[in-house]
């Protein structure tokens, strides 16, 4: 018979198939002690373990690529962590195996990472999994990882690490569905970067039989588990009248009375790039610097290196719009040049452009690089600062771009209420506001974007997140400058909708979603997307603002 199920959507599309199952976690491994004169073999075969499952997370990412590439490569750094494996050694040398040594230590760093603020502790499930594969390599049993099948499947799992998802075939996973992860965790982001039809925070999806067959809407958040061939039918028809909607929609971004509203890519470097500009973005909306930095967590890059990631992706958008960010590091992307070593919260702590005026030197040279690297190039350059909270950090940012002879406009993201609360105050520092909905949403509800447990609060629908979009959008208006979204809440083109009828002058998402969100806009006329913005503020819950929206939009 057929049942409903709900999670959260976060890679657009329907895959209908039969279960399948992500491979056990590796067991833990027994306590046994060892003589002394084993030890230093004992800690040989973890090191030659660790170096293994680091070299194996950087070829993924090499064969992966974009994002997925950047990711990977953070996973291998956490496994070749120094003080992690010093405490490795330390308990081998009191008895441990090197499999029991490395079982611990990870054990012990989860627990810091599990209290150490909502960041860090969203990085748990990436350190379980290098934990996983470094145990399964010195106890010889195969990695957890995809089964393996030579037929179509919807794969399901408690979580997704990086290096599984990044390396998803599409043409045998037809879609995933997750017990836990939100609608900005590392699984989503790489779900939306393949293309593959994704729900997270679906509890129980693990009690799904295997072979049970189940259509996953991408889209709603819904698993219809046996379906009947009605719903089947039903769903196939959705999915073709939005292919047909794709195929039809080309050009800038616009509602059907030709309001425009510029489609703009996320990307994290110079390997974005191409996927961008195959979708028809019309620039980029946020270009992630950071990636760029983690590459070697001890020192910067240097300005000559900076100079040529940065015009390598200036020079793929002439005429177009690229808005940098400038680095955002600190809490799940700590730098140990300049991270601070302690923190009790890292995520409320000093983090995004906090720590980049406590290093004024790193700063000055990101800056000095992009105006560099625009030299002589046709594109609309403007460079924006993470985790402004008031009008003080505007104006120190502002001057920095300034004293850096920086020909660009000069922005602030909104993250954190206070910025949205006192836009029109920023606005006399900067020439622009970009929501980054997805912080703004973990800071606004005090929910971390990692746990699925609170998910519901990191729905981008939620109306007090809606009202806060407003009052940028709104101030931005008053002051005749823009305020765009780089947020994951701008790839669902429903609430694209209704974003631009907030007010929200650009939209920037992932690259896959940007065809989706053309096709939603240019359905509607900017009247009825302010209807619907009107019309989802005037409820309580995330649910009836999405039903209030889709009803005014579907003319009900």
């Known amino acids: 018979m057929e049942t409903t199920l709900r999670g959260v959507g976060v890679s657009h599309g329907v895959a209908i198939g039969e279960v399948r199952h992500m491979g056990t976690a590796v067991l833990e491994p027994p306590a046994k002690q060892i003589p002394a004169e084993e030890a230093e073999r004992e800690q040989g075969r973890a090191r030659l373990a660790v170096e293994a499952v680091a070299a194996d997370l950087i070829a993924r990412g090499n064969l992966a690529g974009g994002e997925a590439q950047h990711v990977l490569e953070a996973q291998a750094m956490m496994a070749q962590d120094p003080e992690l494996m010093a405490d490795v050694d330390r308990r081998i040398a009191v008895g441990s195996t090197a ?86 965790s590392h699984s989503a982001i790489l779900a939306r970067a393949l293309g593959v039809p994704a729900v997270v925070a679906l509890p129980g999806a693990g009690e799904l039989a295997e072979g049970t067959v189940v259509a996953v809407d991408g889209s709603t958040g819904e698993i219809f588990v046996e379906p009947t061939a009605e719903k089947r039918a039903e769903l196939e028809a959705a999915a073709a009248e939005r292919r047909a909607a794709l195929s039809a929609s080309t050009g800038p971004g616009a509602t059907s009375d030709g309001h425009k509203v510029p489609l703009l890519a996320n990307i994290g470097g110079p390997a974005d790039v191409p996927a961008a500009v195959e979708a028809g973005a019309e620039g980029v909306g946020l270009f992630r610097t950071e990636f760029l930095f983690l590459d070697d967590s001890k020192q910067a890059p240097s300005e000559e290196k900076q100079v040529e990631a940065y015009r390598t992706v200036l020079e793929a958008f002439p005429e177009g719009r690229v808005v940098v960010r400038v680095l955002d590091a600190g809490a799940d992307k700590p730098l140990e040049f300049l991270t601070p070593a302690e923190e009790p919260n890292p995520a409320l702590g000093v983090r995004g452009l906090r720590s980049l005026l406590e290093h004024p030197d790193v700063l000055r040279t990101q800056l000095t690089a992009l105006a560099k690297a625009a030299e002589g190039l046709p594109v609309y350059l403007e460079v924006m600062a993470p985790m402004v909270a008031d009008r003080t950090d505007a104006k120190a940012f502002a001057d920095a771009c300034r004293a850096a002879g920086l020909q660009a406009k ?147």
Request: glycine share 8%; charged share 20%; with cysteine.
């Open 410 to 556: 000069f922005g602030a993201m909104v993250e954190i209420p206070s910025a949205a609360l006192r836009a029109r105050s920023i606005l006399q520092e900067v020439e622009f506001l970009s929501l980054g909905t997805n912080d703004l949403a973990q800071y606004t509800f005090a929910a971390d974007r990692q746990v699925g447990a609170v998910s519901r609060l990191q729905d981008p629908w939620q109306p007090a997140l809606l009202d806060l979009v407003a009052a940028s959008a709104d101030a931005a208006k008053a002051e005749g400058k823009s305020c765009g979204v780089c947020g994951e809440a701008a790839a669902d083109p429903l609430l694209a909708c209704v974003l631009t009828g907030l007010g929200v002058t650009s939209l920037s998402m992932g690259a896959k979603a940007i065809p989706y969100v053309r096709a939603a806009l240019a359905k509607h006329t900017l009247a009825q997307c302010e209807r619907a913005a009107a019309a989802a503020r005037a409820t309580d819950t995330a649910d009836e603002a999405r039903a209030a929206a889709q009803a005014v939009l579907s003319g009900e």
């Open 99 to 184: 499999e029991r040594g490395v079982y611990d230590a990870f054990a012990a760093y989860r627990a810091l990472l599990a209290n150490a603020g909502e960041y860090l502790a969203g990085r748990v499930a990436d350190l379980d999994d290098v934990r996983n594969r470094i145990v399964a390599r010195l106890l010889g049993v195969p990695m957890p990882g995809v089964p393996d099948s030579d037929e179509p499947y919807v794969l399901i799992a408690r979580d997704l690490a990086p290096a599984d998802t990044a390396l998803l075939d599409p043409t045998l996973v037809l879609g995933f569905v997750t017990e836990e992860g939100g609608p900005t």
